[in-house]
């Protein structure tokens, strides 16, 4: 096999690709880990604009969150475990209280393949997508919140927010499609 065909098959390569690679894992868990995802992709879109626009694309291609694909990225069956959560209570632990806002999620990715940059919808996304999906991780908050102003951000604190993430990535599922370029990203 050449290198970059294998280089092309590890980073397509999905875990989250049907409800029982979820069995056992609960809402909580996969909101955090889609939450870690999105601040992941943020962070791509400033240093890595093709890859991200690719995985928007990727995410964005079958719209509905209403069921899982095979083809998907994992962010997007996430997504839709979590905006489904009655359908996978047999494979989850549901939570009521955490919701997906699908139609500004929506609006987040068209952004981001248009390559259209708005910190103030994108501050104001992330806040909500962080009260949506409960999140109360500390490293999460401080990431969320120095993202939106990426460029006022100095070079150390670049790389702290890139080990935060990569962090999180080891805690919750590292080998997640996005992972796979966010680990190898420079950043900083």
């Known amino acids: 096999m050449e290198k970059t065909s294998l280089i092309q098959e590890l980073t397509e390569a999905r875990i989250f ?3 029982d690679t979820l069995k056992g894992k609960s809402a909580a868990m996969i909101a955090e880990l889609s939450f870690t995802m999105i601040l992941a992709l943020e962070m791509l879109r400033q240093v890595d604009a093709a890859f991200a626009l690719k995985y928007a694309e990727k995410t964005y291609k079958y719209q509905d969150f209403e069921k899982m694909y095979n083809g998907a990225t994992d962010l997007y069956n ?11 209570a047999d494979h989850i632990i549901t ?4 919701s997906f806002p699908k139609l500004q999620f929506k609006r987040y990715l068209r952004d981001i393949m248009l390559k259209r940059v708005d910190n103030a919808a994108d501050r104001t996304f992330l806040f909500k997508l962080e009260g949506c999906f409960k999140i109360n991780d500390t490293f999460l908050k401080t990431v969320r919140r120095a993202i939106v102003d990426w460029d006022d951000v100095d070079d150390d604190e670049k790389k702290h927010l890139k080990s935060l993430l990569d962090n999180k990535f080891r805690k919750l599922a590292q080998y997640v499609d996005i992972n796979m370029t966010f680990n190898s990203a420079r950043i900083g």
């Open 17 to 19: 690709y049907n409800a």
């Open 95 to 98: 939570d009521s209280s955490i």
């Open 78 to 88: 996430l997504l839709v475990v979590l905006e489904n959560q009655d359908d996978y």
